[in-house]
């Protein structure tokens, strides 16, 4: 018997047959799907418009991935000059068909990728190293903005206060431990000069990273001024600290009121906390 008119042909979908939710997934799933499989999201489309509905669709899947490139290619800048196009789109590629998007916003896409690069480049650490600088640099200039902490709220300190009080330091103000001249390839490739040979440093270089007003900076650090800066970043008292390090580094003692002084001036610190009270916000 031939079909009534106006009746659906047994099995064929419209988004009217679905909910948005469900409609909405079935194209997200066709614009993960790295096979292209148009066969649930294809009778979705309505088939009156003059491009072909798989045509359409192709966009989708095309322009998901070149944003997500985009944005890699932006963030990881000196990592993608270093490997070049064709490494950089490969491995790119790769990372993008096995880490999907999970937010609306593109500032955190990526924070992955040089652990990534880690993984399908173990023979060249120095290019996960580099990209790990590109992304501590970005994390700190995209980082909220918050009021420096001025020295003269220091002075407001009691001895007890000091006793407890922990700093609050910037958002984006990260460490990082280089074992490769990753930081003489960056200033080579930040110059637009050849980089020079990767190569192993005798000893791991430890650096800084943070927003200093409108600039995202780097620097490297003793291993005294590491290991404190370390125990502070991760929530330890100020005292504490300063005794743990007398411990690890004993001829470092002088240095932690010029350290504390140059904290300031960098605007590391924006705000003290000492027990419920938090000054300096």
């Given amino acids: 018997m031939r079909p009534q008119a106006g009746r659906k042909h047994a099995g064929a979908l419209t988004m009217s047959d679905m909910s948005l939710a469900e409609t909405q997934a079935r194209l997200k799933a066709y614009i993960l799907d790295t096979s292209k499989d148009t066969a649930p999201v294809l009778p979705l489309l309505d088939g009156s418009f003059g491009l072909a509905r798989d045509a359409r669709l192709a966009v989708y899947h095309r322009a998901y991935r070149a944003r997500l490139r985009d944005a890699l290619g932006t963030v990881f800048e000196r990592t993608w000059i270093y490997l070049g196009d064709d490494e950089f789109g490969r491995e790119a590629e790769r990372y993008i068909e096995q880490t999907p998007s999970l937010s609306p916003n593109l500032r955190d896409y990526g924070h992955r990728f040089p652990d990534d690069l880690a993984g399908s480049m173990p023979a060249d650490p120095e290019v996960s190293e580099l990209a790990r600088m590109d992304w501590l640099l970005h994390d700190a200039f995209d980082a909220p903005n918050r009021p420096r902490l001025q020295a003269d709220a220091l002075t407001q300190l009691s001895d007890t206060d000091w006793e407890h009080v922990k700093f609050i330091f910037m958002p984006g103000t ?107 916000r």
């Fill in 174 to 280: 990260a460490l990082a431990t280089f074992a490769w001249n990753t930081i003489e390839v960056w200033h080579a490739l930040d110059q637009q000069l050849t980089p020079p040979p990767a190569r192993a440093l005798p000893h791991a270089l430890p650096c800084l990273f943070w927003r200093n007003d409108k600039q995202s900076s780097f620097r490297s650090l003793s291993a005294a001024e590491h290991f404190m800066l370390d125990m502070l970043l991760a929530g330890n008292g100020y005292a504490m600290s300063c005794s743990m390090l007398a411990e690890r580094h004993p001829d470092a003692a002088g240095f932690i009121g010029p350290w504390l002084q140059r904290w300031l001036s960098e605007g590391l610190i924006s705000a003290v906390a000492t027990g419920e009270a938090v000054t300096g």
